[in-house]
């Protein structure tokens, strides 16, 4: 059973109710278990936060930054430990996780430049013999919530910026993929950080909603699917909390006629298939735009059966497991929606659930509408929707039809279309001629519409405002 840190404490569980087990999604096989921890736990590490808080939100921004500059250090130098802890526990390819880990260093990276980001604005003589200045001071307790899809990332969207920023901190990592948080832990302990700045409280639905309800938690950042994002959000702000709550996509890829299908079928494979779908700037809907179809399909369905489907710390595999038999279940489901809807099966991977493990395989389904399930709803794992229309209007209003807005992007030659598209298309990330429009850490991270509850996004000078309060003073001498 993995533990708890409370302070520079690896606890028990003690009020739980029970435990989930943690599995090798290539094997099925069970790897560890988890706690589910309860409120007497989040109390626990709430309140090892709180005793932190005073001594660190006083420690001398350069004190910080130096260890966040030793936590970077020892990142990289357990990057390959981190890679492959990810893919035994979540099943994605190893080369997927060292870029995980790369994406969640890049937060670090940015953390460090606190002795900027944090600085505050001055005007002297705003009136005769006044000045005011604004400085940034720190919020308070912090918790973060992450999905299981990025282990590592994720959880380092959260508390690098939080702590630089003087705030003490209580991560719940996902509890179908809790060991990523939990290493994370452990080396931010080994770079010297005070005891209680960072703590660990694993657990699921109970340990958030201890979180939410906890009064002395002052902000949530929270990232998972659409109907808990908005829980959270809901939750957290009716107790007084400040929230970033990002929740699910259903991400659209628009292919003009001009687009070169020696970009597009790469890209798309990319973007639909990485990660086996579980991501959420994953491609899940194709709009080919009047005669792409005839040029896209073919190729990309052909490149689709071809991609090889295996443990992700094999080499050569291109696309591992899903993280559950019963997530794998209910995405194969939605094949069978799919065609039972009218739906043209182009390419099947069904045939993947034969093998040990929580395999499926890439899978297209063509002649998609909107309106079908397959069309609007989040699938999350390797299932592309191909959907038709005659012009990029047409494609951009169906893209924008979907009640989540988290990517969409568009392969075009034509500046036009591109700059047509970026205007137009309601997704709070937007791509053009390329697969996955992720922002770098020193820009915010976040989607539109249901995608997104709260207004200040991950990282970036987002993450900074979220993490600090502002005070204005006034001064006569
Ligand atoms: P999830 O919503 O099931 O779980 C996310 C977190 O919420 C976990 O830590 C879990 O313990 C907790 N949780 C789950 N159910 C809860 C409940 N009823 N009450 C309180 N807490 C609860 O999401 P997931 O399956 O882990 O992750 C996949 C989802 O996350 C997808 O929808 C995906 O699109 C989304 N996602 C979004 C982004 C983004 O940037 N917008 C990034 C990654 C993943």
């Known amino acids: 059973m993995i533990a708890n840190l409370i302070g520079s404490e690896w606890r028990r569980a003690e009020d739980g109710a029970g435990s989930l087990p943690i599995y090798n999604p290539a094997t099925g096989e069970v790897i560890d278990q988890v706690p589910l921890s309860g409120s007497a736990d989040v109390d626990a590490a709430v309140n090892a936060a709180l005793a932190a808080y005073k001594g660190w939100s006083r420690t001398p921004v350069m004190e910080r930054v130096r260890l966040m500059f030793r936590y970077k250090a020892l990142l990289e130098q357990h990057f390959e430990d981190l890679a492959s802890i990810i893919t035994r526990h979540h099943g994605k390819t190893l080369d997927e996780a060292r870029g995980e880990v790369r994406r969640g260093i890049e937060v670090v990276d940015f953390a460090c430049g606190a002795p900027t980001l944090l600085q505050g604005r001055t005007l002297r003589d705003v009136s005769g013999g006044v000045d005011q200045d604004l400085y940034r001071y720190p919020v308070g307790v912090c918790a973060g919530i992450p999905p ?46 005070p005891e209680g700045v960072l703590n660990i409280v694993h657990g699921a639905r109970d340990a958030v909603d201890a979180l939410l309800a906890h009064p002395d938690v002052r902000a949530i950042s929270f990232v998972g699917s659409e109907p808990v994002a908005r829980h959270v959000y809901i939750t957290a702000a009716a107790n007084g909390k400040r929230v970033q709550a990002l929740g699910g996509a259903k991400n659209h890829i628009v ?11 790469p890209a798309i494979l990319n973007s639909a298939f990485g990660n086996a779908g579980e991501r959420c700037l994953a491609g899940s ?14 190729p990309l369905s052909d490149a689709a059966s071809k991609l090889v489907v ?18 794998r279940d209910r995405v194969a489901g939605y094949v069978d929606k799919g065609v039972a809807e009218g739906a043209q ?48 209007d047409e494609a951009i209003a169906q893209a924008n039809r979907m ?75």
């Open 345 to 392: 099966l182009l390419v099947d991977g069904r045939s993947q659930m034969s093998r040990p493990g929580f395999f499926l395989g890439p899978t297209i389904l063509d002649r998609v509408t909107p309106d079908m399930a397959v069309g609007h709803e989040e699938i999350f794992g390797p299932v592309l929707s191909v959907e038709r229309a005659a012009t990029l």
């Open 148 to 193: 299981f899809n990025f282990p590592v990332m994720i959880p380092l969207w959260m508390f690098p910026l939080a702590v630089v920023a003087g705030n003490t901190y209580v991560l719940k990592p996902s509890e179908r993929t809790p060991l990523g948080g939990a290493r994370l832990a452990e080396i931010f302990l080994e770079a010297g950080f």
């Open 285 to 298: 809907v194709a709009v080919a735009v009047g005669a792409a179809a005839d040029r896209l399909l073919q």
């Open 255 to 265: 292919v003009m006629p001009d687009a070169d299908p020696e970009i597009t079928v």
């Open 310 to 327: 295996g443990p992700g710390d094999v080499a050569g595999v291109q696309v591992g497991p899903l993280i559950r038999a019963d997530h």
């Open 403 to 477: 009640a989540l807005g988290n990517m969409a992007t568009i392969f075009t030659q034509s500046g036009r279309a591109g700059r047509e598209f970026r205007e137009r298309v309601e997704a709070g990330m937007t791509g053009i001629n390329v697969p996955i429009a992720q922002p770098f850490a020193f820009f915010p991270f976040s989607g539109w519409k249901g995608s997104f509850y709260g207004d200040l996004h991950v990282h970036g000078t987002d993450g900074i405002e979220f993490f600090t309060r502002k005070k204005v003073v006034v001064t006569r001498w």
